[in-house]
Nanobody, 117 residues
Framework: QVQLVESGGGLVQAGGSLRLSCTAS????????MGWYRQGPGKQRDLVAA???????NYENSVKGRFTISRDIAKNTVYLQMDSLKPEDTAVYYC???????????WGQGTQVTVSS
């Protein structure tokens, strides 16, 4: 089992920046991919960015060039640096740890990001 604790959300004006953090504990050896998802009001939860065990990254098209996912292996922490924020980035952001078909997936509690225009 993996436990995830997120931090770093908040209220920011359009054009501003925020950095989200997600610290994993427990059976972290089983994690294959860590990702950030978001869920806006009345919308489904969608992938924003992900980073694999080998360090490969991928991004949802609307955040490419604005968001950066990174990790600190020593701290078991994944970050999402969000720059040039837009009102449409407003959502609850969730950290996810994908542990493969055997162990499944773990979610953080979510952190609210609100971008004002």
């Amino acid at each position: 089992q993996v436990q995830l604790v997120e931090s770093g959300g908040g209220l920011v004006q359009a054009g501003g920046s925020l950095r989200l953090s997600c610290t994993a504990s427990g059976s972290i050896f089983s994690i294959n991919v860590m990702g950030w998802y978001r869920q806006g009001p009345g919308k489904q939860r969608d992938l924003v960015a992900a980073i694999t065990r080998t360090g490969s990254t991928n991004y949802e098209n609307s955040v490419k060039g604005r968001f950066t996912i990174s990790r600190d292996i020593a701290k078991n922490t994944v970050y999402l640096q969000m720059d040039s924020l837009k009102p449409e980035d407003t959502a609850v952001y969730y950290c996810n740890a994908n542990q493969g078909p055997l162990f499944g997936s773990s979610w953080g509690q979510g952190t609210q990001v609100t971008v004002s225009s």
